[in-house]
Every structure is written in structure tokens, then in C-alpha cells.
């Protein structure tokens, strides 16, 4: 993974210098669960599981479980047992510590990335990309991972003053100016027991915006468990386990973004119920959607790496910051639902979004979504030329000979497709 140094000119009109990175496949993993700290140690049993349910990327502690991992040609996010202090950077014990550590794993073939900090303050960041350059002066090759604060996050927790959008801009354009990140990744869960928060689709616009502007890829951390946060953390006060329709939501709108990941909080971890599968390994409904839903989301995100966000745009419910429908779409979608602002309950109700890629080669694409998770909808679209539809399954175009055609989308499940020539 070779790197180097770009002077990028963001959309917030800041140059920074951010590293190129290659990201590899898109990814699929978790947070919580096998070789994760507080979860069950990594295994030949969990990672086979795993691999089945469509994960392409799993933690690991040691560098026996990044041995399993690279047993079972998986990718390891390593974030090891016993170090501690990383940021105390001062210390000599910490530095000799640290390059140990690099040295003993920076050539291992599972080794992904290297988690560095969670849910950070802005007042953090400079302490944090301290570490961060110390290791890279020993592995340019691997990237750090720092998870940030969702927009529901508070000044405190944030490290930055304003309201809920102003500092929140400000906080990832800091990480962004002062960290200098090979990649974005951030979590958002909205899911309360009485509601859905009405900020997912915003945050998801924000890191995107700020991904582009530096010119590297951006991963999604969704809610797929209940749990009882500290009054600490920036979380829903009541947060509830959603069903596969919900995750399938969660995945397409993260694919129609372009994002590059997507992680799960949590797969299994003491603590946090309904979660993926049990602490011991049992499986259920959301495991078994996953299969399909992982491997469609790394399917169409490879497909979209590469082109140019154009811009998502809402039929139907227009939630904060997301666009209302316009021409830009380049779909016509009937029947047609009016639009309307987003009600308290938080559900996009009879809602398509559209989000819209440009190429090189001139064939634009179109991820077409069902925001309504608790329904299936019928609808018939019209585009300015003639229609090609992506099988992830198969991964394979196909011709519908027609500038029109008729989708039926399941809950919060989407298509992808392409203007032909």
C-alpha cells in the first residue's frame, strides 16, 4: 500500500495535507464482538462464522489472533491488549512500548489498520495525531483509526462551541486540518425505543462532504444492539435493536453515500443485548440477513469507489440537511410522493432518496433507495436514457432496453443502477 502526500483544496475551502491510502476492498466489520477487547478471544469458529455472514474484517489483540485472521483470509483492525497510555507520547517507556509493538506486526498480512482513539474531543486531536505520526514514521504503510463523535454529540464531548450543525462542522473540519486522516470513520445511532433521531441521514451528509474535501474514503458505524449508555457517552438515551429491514436500511443509505465501510455496533460484547448473534455464538434473524446485506453492500460500494458524488436527493420526506428532489436526480419517479418535512416519530415515510454518481465513461449511476424500512414499495422510474441494473449477487451489469422500468424495493433495500451509452 504505497503512500504519499497531496495538497488537497477542500469544499470548506481549507488545503490540507492529507495521506493516500489504499482502502482496499470495502468493508464489512463491527465494533464488539470476536478479538475486540471485552469480547470473546478470536477462533478459528468465530471467524468462520463470521465469514459467512458476509464480514470481511475482524479485530484483533495479538498477533496469534492476526494469525487466525490471515488464516482465514481476513483483515484485522489491531488494537492490542496491555499497551495502554498510547497518548502519553512524552514518555519515553510509552515510545519504546509503541515501536515494539509496531515492529512486532507492521508486516503481517492481516494487519489492516491500527486502531488508535474512539469518539475523541477536538481538544484531543493534535495529542492523537502525535501518536499517529510517531507510528507512521515506523509503518507508512497502514493507516490509523480514529472513530469520531456522532452530531448528536455535545460542545463538552465535542471539544468545540455553537449549535448542533455549526459545531459538529467544526469538530470534523479540526480532525480533518489537524490529524490529517488517511480515512473517516464516525457512528451514528438513532434508533430509541419511541422514535428514530432525525440527524442519521445529516451526519451521513457531513462525513461524506468532509471525506471528499480531503480526498479519502469514509465508513459508517450503525446501531444494531440495545444497551444502557453512561451519561458520559454521546448515545440515545434509549436506544432499541432494530430488525434485518432496519439494517438493510443502514447499509444501502451507507452504500448510496459512497461510503467505503460499514461497521456494526455491536456483533456480540457483554452488556449489549439483541445484538448480532450471543456472546456464545447463537445466530438469528439480523446474522442471517447479513449474508446478503453484507455482500450487496461491498458489491455496489466497489462498484461507486471510484466516481464522483453528484449529490442525494429526497422524494418524499426532506429531513435536515438532505436535498428535496430537482432535476439533478435525473429520474422521474411515479407515483409521486409530496414532499414533507421529517415528523417527530423520525421515519421517512414513502420516501426514495437518489443519489447520483458521474463517471469517466459517461454512463452515470443511480442508487435508488426505499427509506421506509417498515414497508415494501412499488415504484416506476423514467431516466433520460436507456437503463442497466447491477446484480450484487453477481456482480454483473445487465440491460433493461428500456429508458423506463418498474422496482420493487423491499424495506430500506435499494437498486442500483446505470444511464447505458
Not at 89 to 107: F, G, T
Not at 149 to 177: C, M, S, T
Not at 234 to 250: I, T, W
Amino acid at each position: 500500500m504505497k503512500r504519499c502526500l497531496l495538497l488537497t483544496v477542500g469544499l470548506l475551502a481549507a488545503q490540507v495535507l492529507c495521506a493516500v491510502w489504499d482502502a482496499g476492498e470495502p468493508v464489512t466489520t463491527y465494533w464488539g464482538g470476536p478479538g475486540f477487547p471485552g469480547g470473546p478471544g478470536l477462533s478459528d469458529k468465530w471467524l468462520e462464522q463470521l465469514k459467512e455472514g458476509g464480514f470481511n474484517t475482524v479485530w484483533a489483540k495479538t498477533v496469534a489472533e492476526l494469525d487466525l485472521a490471515a488464516k482465514h483470509g481476513m483483515r484485522a483492525i489491531y488494537k492490542p491488549e496491555g499497551l495502554g497510555g498510547w497518548l502519553k507520547m512524552d514518555d519515553p517507556a510509552v515510545r519504546e512500548k509503541l515501536a515494539a509493538m509496531i515492529e512486532r506486526v507492521k508486516d503481517h498480512p492481516a494487519l489492516y489498520v491500527y486502531e488508535l482513539a474512539d469518539e475523541p474531543s477536538a481538544k484531543s486531536f493534535a495529542q492523537v495525531a502525535r501518536v499517529k505520526d510517531f507510528m507512521h514514521k515506523l509503518d507508512p504503510e497502514h493507516a490509523a483509526w480514529v472513530n469520531l463523535l456522532p452530531i448528536y454529540a455535545n460542545n463538552k464531548q465535542l471539544g468545540v462551541e455553537g449549535d448542533i450543525v455549526a459545531a459538529y462542522w467544526e469538530h470534523v473540519r479540526l480532525f480533518g486540518e489537524i490529524f490529517r486522516p488517511e480515512f473517516m470513520t464516525y457512528d451514528h445511532y438513532q434508533f430509541n425505543w419511541d422514535k428514530d433521531g432525525p440527524d442519521y441521514m445529516r451526519n451521513l451528509g457531513i462525513i461524506r462532504q468532509r471525506a471528499a474535501s480531503l480526498g479519502v474514503p469514509f465508513f459508517n458505524g450503525v446501531q444494531s444492539c440495545t444497551f444502557a449508555p453512561p451519561k458520559n457517552l454521546a448515545s440515545p438515551p434509549a436506544p432499541r435493536a432494530e430488525g434485518p429491514d432496519a439494517l438493510r436500511f443502514l447499509a444501502w443509505t451507507t452504500a448510496a453515500y459512497g461510503a467505503h465501510g460499514i461497521y456494526y455496533f455491536v456483533y456480540c460484547l457483554k452488556g449489549f443485548d439483541n445484538s448480532i448473534v450471543t456472546t456464545d455464538g447463537k445466530t438469528g434473524e439480523n446474522y442471517e440477513a447479513l449474508k446478503t446485506i453484507n455482500r450487496d453492500f461491498i458489491a455496489v460500494a466497489k462498484e461507486l469507489r471510484t466516481l464522483k458524488f453528484v449529490g442525494a436527493y429526497m422524494q418524499g420526506v426532506v429531513g435536515p440537511g438532505t436535498t428535496p428532489w430537482c432535476e439533478q436526480a435525473l429520474l422521474t419517479i411515479s407515483p409521486e410522493t409530496p414532499q414533507s418535512a421529517l415528523k417527530a416519530d423520525g421515519l421517512y415515510a414513502d420516501t426514495t432518496l437518489v443519489t447520483r454518481f458521474d463517471a469517466p465513461d459517461g454512463r452515470t449511476r443511480l442508487v435508488v433507495v426505499n427509506l421506509d424500512y417498515t414497508k415494501e414499495r412499488a415504484i416506476h422510474v423514467a431516466a433520460p436514457s436507456a437503463l442497466e441494473r447491477f446484480d450484487p449477487a453477481t456482480r454483473i451489469w445487465s440491460p433493461i432496453g428500456s429508458a423506463e422500468t418498474d422496482l420493487a424495493l423491499p424495506k430500506g433495500g435499494g437498486v442500483l443502477l446505470r444511464l447505458a451509452r
